[in-house]
Structures are given as structure tokens and as C-alpha cells.
DNA sequence: TAAGTTGTTCATTTTTATTTGACTAAATCG
DNA sequence: CGATTTAGTCAAATAAAAATGAACAACTTA
């Protein structure tokens, strides 16, 4: 699985510092951070995956390449791969340069509102979006019903556009209420 | 599938009536409120059916029995009564009485808050819980970590402790905001 | 420039979540 | 009471989501 090569014994003096070949096991510390991540962007409907990546670094002081990951989590490379690009891409981890190093380094971004922020406008905006369409069509149908039906249908099309316009409204303050 | 028995030719004066055979299509109006509410419910992280059931129930003029709903929404009488059960757990249908029928007739209950209270129950309630005594366990981990390193994680931890606090604080403000 | 390193992509496999429907219990009917 | 209707349960089947790892591309470096 992981291809080590042995060193020649000849090789006393390398001309390349090889890095530790063992990877530690997790400390009781990261196992809490882990487990804690992962229920926690289970919340927003996240992968596993993403919970250990992002649990493992928030308790690391220093920086982490992708490859410590892979071993430390006993995870696969595609995963670890997406996984970052992922959180990267809604800013919850940031890569950092370590000097001798050519991997790519990561560290997490302590501010969890990330989250949060990237569900809104993932997940509930444009859910809320498409409803706004929605509502008018259904409407539409609605006229075509038959007097007493309509007069049933009404009221509920009414309780719809209130949830939907509450939701638009709510969006920018729960923003606000967040980063804060 | 459906166990349909031929009323025999003489029986012109049946002394039960019988209830229609066949179930009607979806109307254009319920596959669209169908479809808003699987959309819905998905935010949850609750199952299509669950989605599929409210919907059809959000626009039905008169309550619905079961056997009604697995036909019309060609969905197993499995999936009906779970999902049935789940919804009337948090109060989004109720049951209402109708003579001369010995089923169980549904209707949706309107306040759509009723998800969100309900996630706010389960899901994120729980997870605050167990929060707080995970807290209390990672900063005991933490103090007994090299002096550099406990610096690095102390911040981090305040952090998350702020977030939880946050969230505790939320969660009544969110649920009497939900409910106005 | 050949060999090694790092990281991405994606078809396949594995795991998890959901649905199905046979079986059953309970209630009602004749 | 026996037949029928209604609805609940749960093991098995199916579908959906996530993880794996081989193949590859882009770099680096020796």
C-alpha cells in the first residue's frame, strides 16, 4: 500500500533528509477534535471525510501535507484530494508555505461561520431562488382550478409565499449574525 | 399488485360502495408542490418520501388515507406508514376524522417551522450537548500538552467554546423567531 | 531529459440510506 | 366466529453517497 524503499546501507550520508517513514498514531486530543468535525459538518450534510481532514487540522500547530493526512487518517488520496479542494474552496482550510518543502502545506481557518456561510449560498439560496419560480407557477395553476378547490388552495399558497419571503428576508441577517 | 376483485354482474345494489379503483394521476399543480417539498425536506436531511407525502398532503382540498397516497404517489406501503409516522412525530400532518371510513385520513399542518423546530430538536440540540462535555474533555487533554504546543491550541479552543456558547444562545432565539 | 514527486480525476468498489413487500397484529364487519 | 380491512414491522433488495486507487498530468531535480 504505501511503497517504502529501504535505504542502501551504504547511504550514510544522503544528500536529502528523508522524511519520517512511521506515521503517529492520533492523539487523544485529535481524535476528539476529529470526531467533533465530523458530526459537525454532518450538520451541513458533509461527508465524513471532510470532518477528519478539517478536525486533524484544527488542532495542529504546525502546517500538514496532504501525504501525513492520507497516513495519519488512514484515508485515500482521492478523498484527501477532495476533501481540501472542497474546503478550500469555501475557505476553511488555507495552504501554507513551508520552506524546503515542495508539497503543499495546509492549516485550518478558525472561523467556523465558513460553514454556515457556504450551506446559505450552496444549499439554501438557491433552493430558495428557484422557489420564487415556483410560487408563480403554482399560482398560475392554482387560477385554473375549479372555484371551491381554489378557495381551498389559496390560503396554503399564501402560507408558502410568507415562508419564502421570510426566508429571503432572514438570509442577509443570519449572514450578518454570523461573520459577527 | 394491487388485489382488484371483479364486483360480480349481479350485485346491481352492492351494500358497501365501493371506493374507486383506480387512482388519478398527479395534477400539475400537486407534481409541482411534490417537487418544492422533496427539495424541502432534503435541507433537512430527511428522505424523498417524507418530501413526496407532505407535498401531496399541502395541496389536497380534503384529507388523504394512506392506501390513497401509496397509489397516487406509487410508493410502497412501507415507506407510507414510516414516513406518515415521522411526520406526524413533529406535528407536520395530523389526522382528521371522516364518517363512514374506518382509515386513517391525513392532513398537512401548515406551519412549516414545525422542519425546522424538528431539526433543531434532534439535530442540533444533541450536538450542542455533547458538545459542551467534549469541551470540558479536550481542554483537560489539552493541559497536559508541551508548553509550545498548548499555546498554539489554547486560542483554537477558546474559539470553540465561543461557537458553542454562540450556539446555545441561538437556538431560542432561532426557535421564537421560527415560530412568530 | 529521465526519474521521481506531488496532486487531480474518475471509473469502480464499498458503505450507508432508503424503499420494498411479505408477514403479522389488531380492529371491524357480517 | 371467520373473513376482510387497515396499518405496522422488518429482512431483503435497491438506490444513493462516499471512498478507493489506478491512470495521468504537471512539476522538480539530479
Known amino acids: 500500500m504505501r511503497n517504502l524503499r529501504l535505504m542502501p546501507a551504504t547511504a550514510l550520508f544522503p544528500t536529502t533528509v528523508k522524511r519520517a517513514l512511521k506515521s503517529e498514531a492520533l492523539t487523544a486530543l485529535e481524535v476528539e477534535a476529529i470526531d467533533l468535525f465530523i458530526s459537525f459538518v454532518r450538520l451541513f450534510g458533509l461527508p465524513k471525510s471532510i470532518g477528519e481532514i478539517y478536525g486533524l487540522l484544527f488542532v495542529s ?19 484527501a484530494s477532495q ?13 501554507a508555505y513551508v520552506a ?6 495546509y492549516t485550518a481557518d478558525f472561523e467556523l461561520s465558513r ?3 457556504m450551506f446559505i449560498k450552496h444549499e ?13 407557477r403554482m399560482e398560475r395553476l392554482m387560477e385554473k382550478l375549479p372555484r371551491d378547490q381554489k378557495s381551498a388552495t389559496a390560503p396554503r399558497m399564501a402560507k408558502l409565499r410568507h415562508w419564502q419571503e421570510k426566508g429571503q428576508m432572514m438570509m442577509p441577517l443570519i449572514a450578518k449574525f454570523l461573520v459577527s
Open 61 to 79: 500547530p504546525k502546517p500538514v501535507p496532504m501525504d501525513a493526512m492520507m497516513e495519519r487518517l488512514s484515508m485515500s488520496k482521492g478523498a
Open 83 to 95: 476533501g481540501l479542494k472542497l474546503l478550500r474552496s469555501f475557505g476553511a482550510v488555507k495552504t
Open 100 to 105: 524546503g518543502d515542495r508539497r503543499d502545506h
Open 115 to 117: 460553514f454556515a456561510t
Open 124 to 136: 439554501l439560496q438557491p433552493h430558495l431562488d428557484s422557489g420564487l419560480a415556483r410560487l408563480d
